[in-house]
Nanobody
Framework: QVQLVESGGGLVQPGGSLRLSCAAS????????MAWYRQAPGKQRELVAI???????RYTDSVKGRFTISRDNAKNTVHLQMDKLKPEDTAVYFC?????????WGQGTQVTVSS
């Protein structure tokens, strides 16, 4: 059974940093595009950042210059470094792995930005 397990969420003050991690198991990690999505209360889930199997990267405009996505194929892990956090970044963050018709999701980790 494929598993994506997120970690690293929590409560942080505005301007602070968090680093999310997603550990994948039972997939050929290197062939998957890995992404982070988020969903705030009452809002639709949105793509935050994605890193392709070959390393191409794309961010949603609201996080450009503040968030950094990276992957470690040796450890089957994808990270999201979040700096200069804002209250509007508060959401549940989900890890996603996609390759062809295969599409897997983690359970999510809560990020709360508040003073």
């Amino acid at each position: 059974q494929v598993q994506l397990v997120e970690s690293g969420g929590g409560l942080v003050q505005p301007g602070g940093s968090l680093r999310l991690s997603c550990a994948a198991s039972r997939i050929t990690f290197r062939v998957y595009a890995m992404a982070w999505y988020r969903q705030a209360p009452g809002k639709q889930r949105e793509l935050v950042a994605i890193i392709g199997s070959a390393g191409s990267i794309r961010y949603t405009d609201s996080v450009k210059g503040r968030f950094t996505i990276s992957r470690d194929n040796a450890k089957n892990t994808v990270h999201l470094q979040m700096d200069k956090l804002k209250p509007e970044d508060t959401a549940v963050y989900f890890c996603n792995a996609v390759s062809g018709s295969n599409d897997y999701w983690g359970q999510g980790t809560q990020v709360t930005v508040s003073s």
